[in-house]
Nanobody, 124 residues
Framework: VRLQACGGGLVQAGDSLRLSCAAS????????TAWFRQAPGKEREFVAV????????VYTDSVKGRFTISKDNAKNTMYLQMNSLKPEDTAVYYC??????????????????WGKGTLVTVSS
């Protein structure tokens, strides 16, 4: 399984970014997929998850109303649209997939496959 996240960059507070995560070796139409992030000096934290069916979506409270997770099964790609970015959103963002493909989890320990991450920096 290979996950490749991209789309990060340096933006100002209030700007938007869209992250993408392309996969090989796993089919997003049958696997839950999630975004996590890790800020400097902090533990990796859950951001958002979308179930294999796309019918179940969960966000961490701090991004609700600002971030939108989605996926395109035809392209086997997942997205994270991030609007109204804040300096506290600065982190390396990772996409992840669990071996137990259909579990909808918000803890990092339940995910087995991780992309290398893409850095998002939001300046004030």
């Amino acid at each position: 399984v290979r996950l490749q996240a991209c789309g990060g960059g340096l933006v100002q507070a209030g700007d938007s970014l869209r992250l993408s995560c392309a996969a090989s070796g796993v089919t997003f139409s049958t696997y839950t997929t999630a975004w996590f992030r890790q800020a400097p000096g902090k533990e990796r934290e859950f951001v958002a998850v979308i179930s294999w069916s796309g019918l179940s979506i969960v966000y961490t409270d701090s991004v609700k109303g600002r971030f939108t997770i989605s996926k395109d099964n035809a392209k086997n790609t997942m997205y994270l649209q991030m609007n109204s970015l804040k300096p506290e959103d600065t982190a390396v963002y990772y996409c992840a997939v669990p071996k137990a493909g259909r579990v909808v989890a918000i803890t990092a320990g339940q995910y087995d496959y991780w992309g290398k991450g893409t850095l998002v920096t939001v300046s004030s």
